[in-house]
């Protein structure tokens, strides 16, 4: 998703910076079919070289890279004035678009990363864990705002430090309840975490669905956001699952240089085109998206899920209506390949039941 979007970007004319911040398996180089790289953020935090050193041009159009390094133990816990020293050099970065690639997990780090803007994308899949996560994920982002926003002295920073003693009140309270209490509170600082929660807008991308139906479970994790966390999501599109992605990756190049007329190709084009078209907010900004825009984006991306869906099923229809492949040889075809991965699955089971017996034995000895 990150390194699509980001030639997509670049290919619109936008100066574009690509940077792998996934630092316990950096391998976003990989995706984009670039060198492993000898200098990355693991070496600049360590003292070798400066910041300008480490963003490198790559082959594609207005787009440059900062690689990570997955090698260099110790990463993943960084230190606060490493996570101070990112931060800085990030903001002082000159481009259009300065996309971010964050691993999972709601590392300070990552949450601090998020939030630069009020409009980070979050990419989630229709699988019950993943919204669940997507939602964490966004519950944990918006206490961190909040947490962020107060100053250390404040009676509101008192008053969230002795909540966050009581893991019970914390599960109870949800942030518009929060809130509340915190105008009672600190009614100068609750006025500025206000004006954040306000701005703060996420964007979601729904990725490897199989059917339009997936599509709605876009629409949960809205209804939690607002009703748990009091915040909106504004949807961007959904990805379908494709074979195809897999066959780019192995030739070390991202899907929109592979195929771009595919289905999954122009699925990013049109979120490119969308961010393209949106005004770019910041905290601090005094704005506030219209409800209708939201509302808006899951209509279309609604739509968008029943279209593409259709040109594929198109493509299959015409193949079948051409002669090139029959019903009976979809069929057969299908049935070899279920029978292929029944054998593998076996295959699995007998080499896990033997790995065990010879661990078993091993420990006798």
Same mark, same amino acid.
């Given at each position: 998703? %990150?390194?699509?979007?980001?030639?997509?970007?670049?290919?619109?004319?936008? #100066?574009?910076?690509?940077?792998?911040?996934?630092?316990?398996?950096? &391998?976003?180089?990989?995706?984009?079919?670039?060198?492993?790289?000898?200098?990355?953020?693991?070496?600049?935090?360590?003292?070798?070289?400066?910041?300008?050193?480490?963003? $490198?041009?790559?082959?594609?159009?207005?787009?440059?890279?900062?690689?990570?390094?997955?090698?260099?133990?110790?990463?993943?816990?960084?230190?606060?004035?490493?996570?101070?020293?990112?931060?800085?050099?990030?903001?002082?970065?000159?481009?259009?678009?300065?996309?971010?690639?964050?691993?999972?997990?709601?590392?300070?780090?990552?949450?601090?990363?998020? =939030?630069?803007?009020?409009?980070?994308?979050?990419?989630?899949?229709?699988?019950?864990?993943?919204?669940?996560?997507?939602?964490?994920? =966004?519950?944990?982002?918006?206490?961190?705002?909040?947490?962020? /926003?107060?100053?250390?002295? %404040?009676?509101?920073?008192?008053?969230?430090?002795?909540?966050?003693?009581?893991?019970?009140?914390?599960?109870?309270?949800?942030?518009?309840?929060?809130?509340?209490?915190?105008?009672?509170?600190?009614?100068?600082?609750? !006025?500025?975490?206000?004006?954040?929660?306000?701005?703060?807008?996420?964007?979601?991308?729904?990725?490897?669905?199989?059917?339009?139906?997936?599509?709605?479970?876009?629409?949960?994790?809205?209804?939690?956001?607002?009703?748990?966390?009091?915040?909106?999501?504004?949807?961007?599109?959904?990805?379908?699952?494709?074979?195809?992605?897999?066959?780019?990756?192995?030739?070390?190049?991202?899907?929109?240089?592979?195929?771009?007329?595919?289905?999954?190709?122009?699925?990013?084009?049109?979120?490119?085109?969308?961010?393209? %078209?949106?005004?770019?907010? #910041?905290?601090?900004?005094?704005?506030?998206?219209?409800?209708?825009?939201? &509302?808006?984006?899951?209509?279309?991306?609604?739509? !968008?899920?029943?279209?593409?869906?259709?040109?594929?099923?198109?493509?299959?229809?015409?193949?079948?209506?051409?002669?090139?492949?029959? !019903?009976?040889?979809?069929? !057969?075809?299908?049935? /070899?390949?279920?029978?292929?991965?029944?054998?593998?699955?076996?295959?699995?089971?007998?080499?896990?039941?033997?790995?065990?017996?010879?661990?078993? $034995?091993?420990?006798?000895?």
């Amino acid at each position: 998703m %990150s390194a699509n979007l980001a030639i997509a970007l670049g290919q619109a004319g936008k #100066r574009v910076v690509l940077a792998d911040l996934d630092l316990g398996a950096s &391998n976003l180089h990989l995706v984009l079919g670039q060198p492993s790289p000898k200098h990355g953020l693991g070496t600049w935090l360590l003292g070798n070289g400066n910041f300008a050193d480490i963003i $490198q041009p790559t082959e594609y159009e207005n787009l440059s890279f900062i690689a990570g390094d997955s090698e260099i133990p110790g990463l993943t816990a960084l230190k606060a004035p490493q996570r101070s020293k990112i931060i800085k050099n990030f903001k002082n970065i000159d481009c259009d678009y300065l996309i971010i690639d964050l691993g999972a997990g709601t590392h300070q780090i990552i949450l601090d990363l998020f =939030l630069l803007s009020p409009q980070g994308i979050v990419v989630s899949a229709p699988a019950v864990t993943a919204t669940l996560n997507a939602y964490l994920f =966004l519950k944990n982002a918006v206490f961190r705002l909040m947490n962020s /926003t107060f100053k250390t002295s %404040s009676e509101a920073a008192k008053w969230f430090r002795e909540l966050k003693k009581s893991s019970s009140a914390m599960q109870k309270l949800y942030i518009p309840q929060m809130m509340q209490e915190l105008v009672k509170v600190d009614p100068k600082n609750s !006025e500025a975490v206000m004006r954040n929660l306000k701005i703060f807008r996420p964007r979601l991308v729904m990725n490897m669905i199989d059917d339009p139906k997936d599509a709605d479970k876009a629409l949960r994790i809205r209804r939690s956001c607002k009703e748990y966390l009091g915040i909106d999501l504004e949807h961007m599109g959904v990805l379908y699952r494709d074979s195809l992605e897999d066959k780019a990756l192995a030739s070390r190049l991202p899907i929109v240089i592979y195929k771009p007329q595919n289905i999954l190709s122009q699925a990013i084009y049109r979120i490119a085109e969308k961010i393209l %078209s949106s005004e770019t907010l #910041r905290f601090g900004d005094e704005f506030e998206p219209p409800a209708d825009n939201v &509302n808006n984006s899951f209509d279309v991306a609604t739509e !968008e899920a029943e279209e593409d869906y259709e040109a594929k099923m198109a493509g299959l229809r015409d193949l079948l209506g051409s002669g090139a492949l029959t !019903e009976g040889e979809l069929v !057969e075809t299908i049935k /070899t390949l279920s029978y292929e991965l029944t054998q593998v699955r076996k295959e699995n089971t007998l080499l896990k039941s033997k790995l065990v017996k010879a661990a078993a $034995q091993g420990f006798k000895l």
